[in-house]
């Protein structure tokens, strides 16, 4: 699962990385942006370890934990998923767990 979750977010990166390069493509890879985190959230949902907590510092600075489930949830919003900067906490998470799993 954690192989899957650090792919995913790699990908949902790379393309947001590339989103102003390709003016063409906005819509293209809007799309797939959305359907990259709903993935995710699905990947995250469907895993064990629903009550493990992920920590995520919002842009303020201020650090909050939120269970693997809600933030499975969070992921289903844009405003969340910026708010937060999901991707890389769910990344460094899964990340963090690979390496001691």
Do not use: P
């Not at 493990?52 to 949830?73: C, L, M, N, P, S």
């Amino acid at each position: 699962m954690y192989e899957d979750v650090i792919t995913t977010c790699w990908s949902i990166r790379e393309v947001n990385k590339n989103l102003q390069d390709r003016e063409s493509m906005e819509s293209y890879s809007i799309s797939y942006l959305k359907k990259a985190c709903m993935h995710l959230s699905g990947i995250l949902a469907a895993g064990e370890g629903q009550d493990e907590e992920i920590e995520v510092v919002d842009r303020a600075g201020k650090a909050t934990r939120f269970t693997v489930g809600e933030v499975a949830e969070m992921l289903k919003e844009t405003k969340k998923i910026i708010e937060f900067n999901l991707i890389d906490h769910v990344d460094d998470w899964a990340r963090s767990k690979a390496k001691n799993g």
